[in-house]
């Protein structure tokens, strides 16, 4: 039987890259058909939301926020729509490990704000994307 360690902002066992690499596992597990149409958008990772992100998602505490897509979503570009610094999902790891206890529970989590955050890109809003449970 394997015991996984415990996660939280007081125990920094998890490190920056191994962070970034739950986050690439996340991306590589969605079918192929979605990574394909996701055009323009950089996945990034920050350890804490800033203010201006906080505001921006229209939350009060940083702990409150595992993810946001900033940017324009493919159901809003127009024939117009080019030469544009590409839109940005962010996962924020202080929030995340925060949140999760274990491995698992991180891993599930960064997955499930992912999917989130790249329903944003596909123009979903918040209502539609809770309705899918994520």
């Given amino acids: 039987m394997t015991v996984e360690p415990l996660l939280s902002s007081r125990n920094a066992n998890m490190t920056r890259e191994k962070f970034e690499a739950l986050v690439t596992e996340a991306l590589a597990s969605l079918p192929s058909d979605i990574l394909e149409r996701m055009d323009n958008v950089a996945v990034t990772v920050a350890c804490w939301p800033s203010r201006t992100q906080l ?3 229209g939350v009060k505490s940083p702990h409150a926020l595992f993810g946001l897509y900033e940017g324009v979503p ?5 024939a117009g729509y080019g030469m544009v610094p590409p ?4 996962l924020f790891q202080g929030p995340l490990e925060a949140a999760c206890h274990t491995l698992a529970i991180i891993r599930e989590q960064v997955r499930r704000t992912v999917i989130h955050e790249i329903g944003h890109h596909f123009g979903m809003d918040e209502d539609h994307i809770r309705e899918l449970g994520y």
Avoid: E, F, S
């Fill in 55 to 57: 505001a921006r998602a």
């Fill in 74 to 78: 493919l159901t809003k570009r127009g």
């Fill in 87 to 90: 839109d940005r999902i962010t």
